[in-house]
């Protein structure tokens, strides 16, 4: 084996490198001088004198709470009454003697600041800047409660979006100051006009009132009209029944006016 192995390290075989011996190296160890280690040491036995003379400073003086006793970590006795009593006394002395102002009233702070005292600071909602949609929204908001009292009215008569616009109409020349951006020509309310009205008023009961439109393929006050809950039903007057045959049925007046018109009319046919 150590025969092939020196015929394939061999200078004339291609691609072989002879290994080169490694130096080895003696590493020695390294030793601190006598010096330091005797300064070392100096600096020991300080540290050492140092911390015992502050134990048996701060022994006796640990229940005085001294600040060395806080510092090495050493638990503060408790103060006795009287020590604390005597602080309390004092502390309340000292605040006896300072007298408070009383605090300006309110009428002193309004007269001093007038105004908005941070008019350049405070931000200016955008419902307050023109040309935004949030401005655009508010005066069509005032514009439909300026019209609320005429538009309620006239649903509370139980009228349809298409009768509202009518008569809306029939008094334009009237309404047309009311309105935000009143129209160049005619007509002066259209039907989507009147419903985004209705959309943006809330009624006295807390409901808008484009809920409370009839249905403009149902009548008027209908009896058996199959209304929304909001509009209710309707009852048609009904005499009681036999009120043909027994007058007692009627009502006292229609009672006692029964029998006279009875009698002019037998009277008018024998006449005849």
């Known amino acids: 084996a150590q025969a092939i192995w020196q015929q394939l390290c061999r200078p004339s075989f291609a691609g072989c490198r002879i290994p080169a011996k490694m130096v080895r190296s003696k590493i020695v160890p390294a030793h601190r001088p006598a010096g330091r280690l005797t300064a070392l040491a100096a600096a020991a036995a300080a540290a050492y004198a140092a911390l015992t ?39 309340v002395q000292r605040r006896a003697e300072v007298e ?23 931000r200016l909602p955008k419902r307050d800047i023109p040309g935004t949609t949030s401005w655009a929204r508010k005066h069509l908001h005032e514009e439909a409660y300026r019209f609320k009292p005429i538009t309620q ?8 979006l298409d009768e509202i616009t009518f008569v809306l109409n029939r008094r334009g020349s009237e309404l ?16 989507q006009k009147i419903r985004t009205m209705l959309q943006r008023t809330i009624g ?16 008027p006050n ?9 509009l209710g039903d309707v009852y048609a007057e009904v005499p009681p029944l036999g009120w043909q045959n027994d007058k007692k049925a009627l009502p006292e007046e229609q009672a006692t006016t029964a029998p006279e018109a009875e009698e002019a009319g037998e009277a008018e046919a024998s006449e005849e």
């Open 153 to 160: 009215e006239l649903i509370a008569r139980g009228m349809s």
């Open 222 to 230: 209908a009896p058996g009209a199959r209304y929304q809950e909001l």
């Open 53 to 91: 003379l502050a134990l048996g400073r701060t022994s006796s003086t640990a229940a005085d709470g001294s600040v060395d006793a806080f510092a090495l970590g050493f638990r503060l006795a408790p103060l006795s009454p009287a020590v604390a009593a005597g602080r309390m006394a004092s502390a």
């Open 100 to 122: 408070l102002e009383a605090p300006p009233s309110d009428a002193e702070l309004s007269g001093e600041a007038q105004g908005d005292p941070r008019p350049y600071s405070r």
């Open 204 to 219: 006295d009961d807390g409901i808008r009132l484009h809920k409370k439109l009839r249905p403009k393929f149902l009548p």
């Open 176 to 191: 047309r100051p009311l309105l935000w951006r009143p129209p160049m020509g005619l007509p002066v309310f259209k039907r």
